[in-house]
């Protein structure tokens, strides 16, 4: 069972284009993290979000943190060719030593 | 944000050899490092978990005599993929965490394991 579920699972757009990817949960984090993954390498953080509501931006990109903590989204403004990648969402319970839970990924495929 | 060091990015192994895969974090103490593997076009799936100085634990379906994992010091911890087989090439990422405030994990470039 996924705990994180994210959609769209994949998207292909246009360069200039707007798109939003949605994180979703049935249980509350402390934290979430989102990464972006190109192939062959590993993860690189974002973002993190620790307050339910929070919203944070990052040049084009915008996340927001859920007001019950349950669910992020990120808004990518006028999207460009290298915003290609894998989008990860990933939660924290605690500050210690558990595990982030990985959504799903969305692949997104910008065309110039 | 923090560096986290994982070598070698690409190893090409015979059947029924061991590799060794070296997770370092560079710039700050991981108490607890985390061991992932990626197929094609999914997401990462979490094999064990490494804390500094004690036995790691291991999801379940992973075999711990398979994938052995040493947390030896604060800024180090080593996955060997023992007696390999074809089905275990796959993409092996590493990820710290540190103490207290640092929440986030970050992520070594991962290994690309090729089993011939």
């Known amino acids: 069972t996924q705990l994180l579920e994210q959609s769209p699972q994949f998207l292909s757009i246009q360069e200039g284009e707007n798109l939003t990817v949605y994180c979703n949960s049935s249980?509350?984090?402390?934290?979430l993290q989102w990464y972006r993954q190109e192939p062959g390498e590993g993860p690189v953080l974002l973002v993190t979000?620790?307050?339910?509501?929070e919203v944070k931006k990052l040049k084009r990109l915008t996340f927001q943190f859920g007001d019950a903590r349950k669910d992020s989204s990120l808004h990518i403004t006028a999207a460009q060719p290298g915003d290609t990648g894998l989008y990860l969402c990933?939660?924290?319970?605690?500050?210690?030593?558990?595990?982030?839970?990985f959504g799903s990924g969305t692949r997104l495929q910008v065309q110039p | 944000g923090a560096v986290v060091s994982q070598h070698p990015s690409r190893v090409i192994c015979k059947s029924g050899t061991s590799v060794k895969i070296e997770c370092r974090s560079l710039?700050?103490?991981?108490?607890?490092m985390f061991w992932y593997r990626q197929f094609p076009k999914q997401s990462l799936m979490l094999m064990a978990t490494?804390?500094?100085?004690?036995?790691?634990?291991?999801e379940q379906g992973v075999e711990k005599d398979k994938f052995l994992i040493n947390h030896a010091s604060l800024t180090l911890s080593t996955l060997t993929v023992t007696s390999a087989h074809p089905e275990d090439s796959s993409f092996y990422i590493c990820?710290?965490?540190?103490?207290?405030?640092?929440?986030?994990?970050?992520f070594g470039q991962g290994t690309r394991l090729t089993v011939v």
């Open positions: 490494s804390n500094e100085g004690s036995k790691a634990t291991y």
């Open positions: 710039d700050f103490q991981a108490t607890t």
């Open positions: 990933a939660g924290g319970k605690d500050t210690g030593r558990r595990a982030l839970t």
């Open positions: 249980s509350v984090f402390s934290s």
């Open positions: 990820s710290a965490r540190g103490q207290g405030a640092l929440i986030e994990a970050f």
């Open positions: 979000v620790v307050t339910g509501g």
